[in-house]
């Protein structure tokens, strides 16, 4: 096959340029093939994780397409709004907006929940060309009438999967209706649960669909590590492991926030240099925790799934898997983390005997086993033995149940059978109504659909 260029693709001489600053010398699989379509006006279904390349490919010819024939925005309206599950996704959509657009005269905005509002409103006051936000806060916004939606000709969700995981899906829906029908759209998501796959009946229109590295194939260029370590050992066998000073940029994840913040205290006091990143801390902090990570002044990050998702930092040489996740999905966007754009990176992951089920499913999804390492860790001591024999106290766990519990109700797979009819008694009310992410049974049957 000839190279393909950006330019090849029809992009425009000022975004050429910006991308040449960026070094995009070649386009991604998702950029070649998306970029003609929307240029071209057509509506999109991209079914893609990041890492791809996608906020470019949507991004591109969204700048390009507002900037011919130019017309400044209408008061509190915006032109092209772009719905993202998280603030930092919003956030960094943005950033990656005006980097591409850097030698165009757009003008962009964020709308973000858990800060103030009072600057959002002004922002939007006299309008603006592309609106970024989070669903809730927008539609918040729009019926405060700060906010109008009656000029959008361009309509963008990103992560979708994730604004179902998050309960978002209702106000998505709720903004969707409150568009002009004539409007060029896309949905980007990794993966296709029936949800998904009804929204984009009824809000894509005969689009063109993009499917790029099935999830199973992520995995490729990634090195993958498994340590099998007891519960107590954990944190330090993490000590040991960063010893080795070519850990520089590493991201770990836990299930829970109050398990990040633990492993964030003990990196701390250990003399490395870490923050956590998780939905209990306030807007400024994640972004703050998240600016250290990618300046490079602090070298570890501890996550959680939701808080790390869409977040793009480069160059991240390690993944630590402090704790399995319990949807095997999320395994693969964790290790995504690294090896981002074409690079190499590892991905090392702790397994205790309560996560054995976890791993099966991450093994059985990603079609591959993970080779063991073994480590040489001491024997457990014996108070370590007593505190690993206490049933686990589960931090934040829905149903105050230990961990790796996931006999019938978490499906390996995607398995057997139907979802559950009625939602977990225990389980929290979503405000969407929609079940809770872990009941979602064969909805797992993902990038078939559709
Ligand atoms: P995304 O999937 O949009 O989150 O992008 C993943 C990463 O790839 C980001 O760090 C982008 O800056 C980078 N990227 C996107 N497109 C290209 C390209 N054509 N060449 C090199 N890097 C790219």
Known sequence: MTDVTFEGLGVAEPILRALAAENYTTPTPIQTRAIPALLGGRDLLGIAQTGTGKTAAFGIPLLQRLSVGHFPPGPKQAKALILAPTRELAVQIEQSLRTYGRFLNLKMTVILGGVNQNTQIRNMSKGVDILVATPGRLLDLVQQKQVQLNAVNTFIVDEADRMLDMGFIR??????????????SMLFSATMPDDIVKLTHDMLRSPERIEVTPQSK???????????????????????????????????FTRTKHGANKVAEFLTRSGVVSDAIHGNKSQNARQRALDMFKSGKARVLVATDIAARGIDVDNISHVVNFELPNEPESYVHRIG????????????????????GYLRDIERLIRMKIEPVA???PELTEEQRRNQEEPRRAHGHRHGKPHGHNKGGHKPGGGR??????GDPHAPAKRNGSRPHWHRGNDKKRTSAA
């Open 218 to 252: 992520t995995a490729d260029r990634i090195e993958q590590k498994l340590y099998f370590v007891p519960a107590p050992q954990k944190r330090q066998l993490l000590g040991e492991l960063l010893k080795d000073v070519a850990m520089n940029r590493v991201i770990v």
């Open 337 to 356: 983390r690294t090896a981002r754009a074409g690079g190499e990176g590892i991905a090392i992951s702790f397994c205790d005997a309560s996560e054995r």
């Open 171 to 184: 106000d998505v829906r709720k903004l969707v209706a409150l568009l002009p029908r004539e409007r060029q």
């Open 417 to 422: 059978g139907e979802a559950l009819p009625h």
């Open 375 to 377: 480590h040489d860790l």
